[in-house]
C-alpha cells in the first residue's frame, strides 16, 4: 500500500508532530508513505516541517509547493502538477491534513478518472466548517479521520457522512522518559506551595478568564498555592496581564514564557493542569502529555476534552464558568491523596490508549477497508 500524505504548511505547530509520527509508525506497519509539505524559510531557525521529516527519515517530495497564503502561480503549479505525480507513483491513497492541501488534492483529482482514494483528517477544534464549499469537497472524499467522537458525530451530521467511512483514531503521544527536576527555587515558589498549572497559546479565546477568576476565588480560600502560565502570544496583554491587575492576583501568578529545553520539567513541576480550550489544531497534544505524566487535569465540557479527562477519574470537566471550575480546583489541591490517585489512573491511560504504534496500526486497519469499499464516486 503507497500513500501520500499532504501537510501546506511548515511550522511547527498543531497537527505537525501528529501527523509526522502517524508517518514514521505507518511504515512500520508495512505502509509505503511520502510526505509532501510546504518548505521551510532557508533563514528560520527554529524546529520546522521539513527539517523535523528529514531528521526522521522521512521520504519527502518537494514537487508540491503547497502554499496556503494566495499564489496564483503557486496554486496553478500544484493543481496542473499533482494529479501526473500521483498518478506516475500510482498511490493507493492520498491523505491530506489542512484545508488548502485539502482542496488542492480534492480539486486536482476531481479532474482524474483513475484517482485513488481520497482521505481527510479533522484536525480543527470544533469540526470541519459545515458550508457549502466544504460540502462540496466532502462528498468526493472517501474517508474521514477524526480524533473524538464528538467532532464525528458533528462532521457526520453536518455533511451526511457514510458512517462505514468514517473511523475515530485519537492521535498518539511520544511518551517522555528523560530527566526532569522541580523548577519551583527557580520560579520563585516554596518548596510546600501547590502549583496549578497552564500551557498553551495565550490568547483571548482560551478561556484564560475564567482560569484566572477561579484562580482568584481559589486564592481565597486556600493558602499557599501559585498559577504557573506556560506560553506565548502577542495578545497575552489582553488576555493575561490586564484580568491579573484587576484581580490582584499578580503575586500568585507565575508567567513562564514559552518553554523549550524545561518543558517536561515545568509539566513535572505542576500538581494539577487546567485546559478551557484545546488550539486550534483540537489535538489537545499538551494536555495529553501532562495527562502522561501523571498530572490530574480539569478540563471544560467544550470539544474533544472531555473525551481525554474522565471526570471523576483522571480528573474533571467543568462548564465555562469560574464559580465551577474554582470549586473543583479546590478540590484537587487541598487533597494531595485524589490528586496522586487521578494522577496514576491518568498515566495508566495514557501507556494504553495513546501510543503512535496503536494510532498507526488503527489507520492502518482504516485504510484496509477504504480500499475494500473503494471509492465513493
Known amino acids: 500500500m503507497k500513500v501520500l500524505h499532504l501537510f501546506s504548511d511548515w511550522k511547527w505547530t498543531g497537527p505537525a508532530e501528529p501527523v509526522l509520527s502517524l508517518c514514521q509508525n505507518l511504515g512500520d506497519e508495512g505502509v509505503d508513505v511520502v510526505l509532501a509539505c510546504r518548505r521551510s524559510p ?35 503549479h500544484d493543481l496542473t502538477s499533482f494529479n501526473p505525480y500521483v498518478l506516475k507513483e500510482k498511490f493507493d491513497i492520498v491523505h491530506t491534513h489542512l484545508s488548502h492541501d485539502y482542496f488542492t488534492a480534492v480539486t486536482a483529482l476531481s479532474f482524474s478518472r483513475a484517482r485513488p482514494l481520497l482521505v481527510r483528517t479533522d484536525h480543527k ?25 464528538r467532532l464525528a458525530a458533528r462532521d457526520r451530521e453536518s455533511f451526511a457522512f457514510p458512517e462505514e467511512r468514517l473511523r475515530v483514531i485519537p492521535p498518539g503521544i511520544t511518551p517522555y522518559n528523560g530527566p526532569v527536576r522541580d523548577l519551583r527555587a527557580e520560579l520563585g515558589i516554596a518548596p510546600d506551595e501547590r502549583v496549578i498549572g497552564v500551557i498553551g497559546r495565550l490568547k483571548p479565546d482560551r478561556g484564560y478568564d475564567i482560569i484566572l477568576r477561579a484562580f482568584a476565588t481559589v486564592r481565597s480560600r486556600v493558602d499557599r498555592v501559585k498559577l504557573v502560565i506556560v506560553g506565548r502570544s502577542s495578545q497575552m496583554e489582553t488576555s493575561i496581564m490586564k484580568p491579573l491587575k484587576e484581580l490582584g492576583i499578580e503575586k500568585d501568578v507565575v508567567i513562564a514564557g514559552y518553554r523549550i529545553d524545561d518543558y517536561f520539567s515545568m509539566i513535572y513541576t505542576f500538581d494539577l493542569y487546567i485546559m478551557m480550550r484545546a488550539g486550534s489544531d483540537g489535538s489537545g497534544r499538551a494536555l495529553r502529555e501532562v495527562l502522561s505524566m501523571g498530572r490530574p487535569a480539569i478540563v471544560s465540557d467544550r470539544g474533544m476534552l472531555p473525551d481525554l479527562v474522565e471526570d471523576g477519574s483522571t480528573g474533571y470537566v467543568t462548564t465555562w464558568d469560574a464559580a465551577d471550575l474554582a470549586g473543583k480546583m479546590e478540590l484537587l489541591v487541598s487533597d494531595a491523596v485524589r490528586r496522586r490517585a487521578f494522577g496514576e489512573r491518568a498515566r495508566n491511560r495514557a501507556d494504553r490508549e495513546w501510543s503512535f504504534r496503536l494510532q498507526a496500526k488503527a489507520m492502518k486497519s482504516f485504510y484496509d477497508s477504504l480500499m475494500t469499499m473503494g471509492r465513493r464516486v
Open 125 to 149: 477544534r470544533d469540526g470541519l466548517p459545515a458550508n457549502v464549499v466544504m460540502s462540496w469537497a466532502m462528498a468526493r472524499t472517501d474517508g474521514l479521520v477524526t480524533y473524538s467522537e
Open 42 to 76: 532557508a533563514d528560520f531557525r527554529e524546529r520546522t516541517v521539513d527539517r523535523e521529516a528529514g531528521k526522521r527519515g522521512l521520504h519527502c517530495y518537494e514537487g508540491l509547493r503547497l502554499n496556503r497564503y494566495f499564489s496564483a502561480r503557486d496554486w496553478w
